[in-house]
């Protein structure tokens, strides 16, 4: 399942399409960390394309992997310039994985890397 998952991380820094129907298997649910959720890979390929005309990944770091059955929860970090603005936010994947060895669902959640430490 890691391999599966850094594929797909490294697949947004080099824009490479193909590697999604590696990844995902064809009725993949995919749930975005501010909302939009996509069913289906034709709907992944399409936000891929669109996403990778208006920005780019410049960084998907993975800093820890958990994995239980077919299951994989990724801690990450990830930076990107979309539209001239660079941005970037911690995160957290979690992704269920099919007998053949493909994503099925996967769902984001995010936070910010910049924290406040209000009793300092």
Same mark, same amino acid.
């Given at each position: 399942m890691k391999d599966v998952i850094h594929k797909y991380f490294a697949s947004w820094i080099s824009? =490479?399409?193909e590697i999604l129907e590696q990844v995902f298997a064809k009725d993949?649910?995919?749930t975005e960390c501010y909302g939009p959720e996509y069913h289906g890979l034709d709907q992944?390929?399409?936000w891929f394309e669109e996403w990778n005309q208006k920005g780019s990944v410049l960084e998907w770091i993975i800093k820890r992997e958990i994995e239980k059955d077919k299951t994989i929860v990724v801690e990450w970090y990830f930076k990107c310039d979309y539209q001239g603005k660079v941005s970037g936010? =911690? #995160?957290?994947t979690?992704? =269920?994985f099919n007998k @053949? #060895?493909?994503i099925f669902r996967l769902k984001e959640f995010r936070s910010?890397? @910049?924290h406040i430490y209000p009793y300092e």
């Open positions: 824009k =490479d399409i993949i649910v995919y992944i390929l399409r936010f =911690d #995160g957290v979690i992704a =269920d @053949e #060895g493909k910010d890397s @910049e």
